[in-house]
């Protein structure tokens, strides 16, 4: 069964750094896409980053330059560096993947930026 597990959120001061983890099993991970979403509170879920089967990655144009998705597949996790906070990154953050037209999610870890 796909188990996602987040960790890794917090409150941090504006321009302070996270490192998020999503830990995966129930799959071979290695074979799959890796995202990251986040949902504000009172907005809908948004995309943040995703990583693909290569490394290859791509950002939302509010997050690229700041925050950065790796991996690590003899770990089965899916990172997500944040740098240089602001204010609006305040979310729960969630990591997801696809597999055989379903969508996994996991439960999300809380980030807040504030002073």
């Known amino acids: 069964q796909v188990k996602l597990v987040e960790s890794g959120g917090g409150l941090v001061q504006p321009g302070g750094s996270l490192r998020l983890s999503c830990a995966a099993s129930?799959?071979?991970?290695?074979?799959?896409?890796m995202n990251w979403y986040r949902q504000a509170p009172g907005k809908q879920r948004e995309f943040v980053a995703v990583?693909?089967?290569?490394?290859?990655?791509t950002y939302a144009g509010s997050v690229k330059g700041r925050f950065t998705i790796s991996r690590d597949n003899a770990k089965n996790t899916v990172y997500l560096q944040l740098n240089s906070l602001k204010p609006e990154d305040t979310a729960v953050y969630y990591c997801?993947?696809?597999?055989?037209?379903?969508?996994?999610w996991g439960q999300g870890t809380q980030v807040t930026v504030s002073s």
């Open positions: 990583i693909t089967r290569a490394g290859v990655t």
């Open positions: 997801n993947v696809e597999i055989s037209m379903t969508t996994y």
């Open positions: 129930g799959f071979i991970f290695s074979s799959r896409p």
